[in-house]
């Protein structure tokens, strides 16, 4: 091994890297080094609006293909479903609403806490349960200016669903993906 000529392509790597450590250091200009400084803040810290803004566009999209199959308060894109009209009957509007709500939001709670990169998970962390409640509120208030006929008494278990729902369906996968590595 000593002695051995080291292949043409190798030398010259080996130059070129050699040539790199003896230069002298050249400090970017200002307005680079500020820039990549806020591009990198940017990153692992991002904005709560924006960020809550795609959390929400992924739970009202994955809210939407729900209703294809379940009618939330009488709104659905499916039409008449006999089989959930006899689970509303032998359920209670309780239960009903609740579950509905629940299944309602747990698919675009799911999607969000898969989507969402890890230092999104990290800064939504300390206000989710803030915005569980105020997606339900809202998601409920986007069904009323839609039509739907709502009542007060069905609105609260539906609400308390909503919240459950991304409790478990962002909860979940959040934490497990919390616990992985992160690959750089």
Not at 81 to 94: I, K, Y
Not at 106 to 111: S, V, Y
Not at 124 to 149: D, H, P
Request: charged share 15%.
């Amino acid at each position: 091994m000593i002695g051995e000529r080291l292949p043409d392509r190798e030398a010259q790597s080996l130059k070129e890297f050699c040539d790199f450590v003896e230069v002298e250091p050249i400090s970017p200009p200002m307005a680079i080094d500020s820039r990549i400084i806020g591009r990198v803040h940017h990153d692992l810290v991002p904005s709560p609006w924006r960020l809550y803004l795609k959390f929400a566009v992924i739970e009202a999209g994955a809210g939407l293909a729900t209703l294809f199959v379940c009618p939330q308060f009488g709104f659905t894109f499916s039409g008449h479903n006999t089989w959930l009209h006899s689970l509303h009957d032998q359920a209670g509007f309780f239960t009903y609403y609740l579950v509905c709500g629940l299944l309602f939001v747990m698919l675009g709670a799911t999607l969000s806490a898969l989507l969402l990169d890890y230092n999104e998970l990290k800064t939504i962390r300390t206000s989710k349960y803030l915005f569980y409640l105020v997606f339900g509120v809202l998601a409920c208030l986007a069904f009323f200016i839609a039509g739907a006929e709502i009542l007060l008494v069905s609105t609260v278990p539906w609400i308390v669903g909503a919240y459950l729902g991304n409790l478990i369906g962002f909860g979940v996968i959040a934490r497990f993906r919390m616990r992985q590595p992160i690959a750089y």
